[in-house]
Antibody, heavy 122, light 109 residues
Framework: QVQLQESGPGLLKPSQTLSLTCNVSGGSVRSASYFWNWLRQPAGKGLEWIGR???????DYSPSFKSRVTIFSDTAKNQFSLHLKSVTAADTATYYC??????????????WGQGTVVTVSS | EIVLTQSPATLSGSPGEGATLSCRASQSVSSNLAWYQQKPGQAPRLLIY???TRATGVPARFSGSGSGTEFTLTISGLQSEDFAVYYCQQYDEWPPAFTFGPGTKVDIK
């Protein structure tokens, strides 16, 4: 069973780059059976999909983030990462990595990390 | 971008009662709609995908229906562990631009 765990700095200053990593266990980021996604949730608010990467290196990004986001995988470490440039206070949120078994549940998210809180403050 | 609206914003129910949650899409998403449950301090949990298919391990009291622009999540007989926030998500757009509804909070009356 695939398990996910996010890691990265919890506090950033405005204009910095947010960098988070999701460690994958019980599966491989090289598997063609999964998309590897990042989502976020500001405190007390709803969920936002940021983007995803796939085993081929293909990426898809939400139009809301496309200009400043990069998602990529590291097959040697079995991880995938999120870089979000030029953060502001509006990027303060809990960030989740998530995946799903494509042939079973399609483009949904049935496996989630526990989430990591990122605060942007000067 | 496809916008999802959910109603009601809050639903107050008693244990044993039924609950009906609605999700409306700004344009057709076919059956490419999922429902999630989220409890405080936890990641969301996938309940329903393809509008009506229960995810693994989801109790039979949860059922989904609908297609196109109108969808419903029904909980037949609320249990204490069902008091949570429920989100719908569409995954129909291409290129992908997956979006979520604002959520319905189910709380205890």
């Amino acid at each position: 069973q695939v398990q996910l765990q996010e890691s990265g700095p919890g506090l950033l200053k405005p204009s910095q780059t947010l960098s988070l990593t999701c460690n994958v266990s019980g599966g491989s980021v090289r598997s063609a059976s999964y998309f590897w996604n990042w989502l976020r949730q500001p405190a007390g608010k709803g969920l936002e999909w940021i983007g995803r990467t796939y085993s081929s290196g293909t990426t898809d990004y939400s139009p809301s983030f496309k200009s400043r986001v990069t998602i990529f995988s590291d097959t040697a470490k079995n991880q995938f990462s999120l870089h979000l440039k030029s953060v502001t206070a509006a990027d303060t949120a809990t960030y989740y990595c998530a995946t799903g078994f494509i042939v079973a549940t399609g483009n949904t998210f049935d496996i989630w990390g526990q989430g990591t809180v990122v605060t942007v403050s000067s | 971008e496809i916008v999802l609206t959910q109603s009601p914003a809050t639903l107050s129910g008693s244990p044993g009662e039924g609950a009906t949650l609605s999700c409306r899409a700004s344009q057709s998403v076919s059956s490419n709609l999922a429902w999630y449950q989220q409890k405080p301090g936890q990641a969301p949990r996938l309940l329903i995908y393809a509008a009506s298919t229960r995810a693994t391990g989801v109790p039979a009291r949860f059922s989904g229906s609908g297609s196109g622009t109108e969808f419903t999540l029904t909980i037949s007989g609320l249990q204490s562990e069902d008091f949570a926030v429920y989100y719908c998500q569409q995954y129909d757009e291409w290129p992908p631009a997956f979006t979520f509804g604002p959520g319905t909070k189910v709380d205890i009356k």
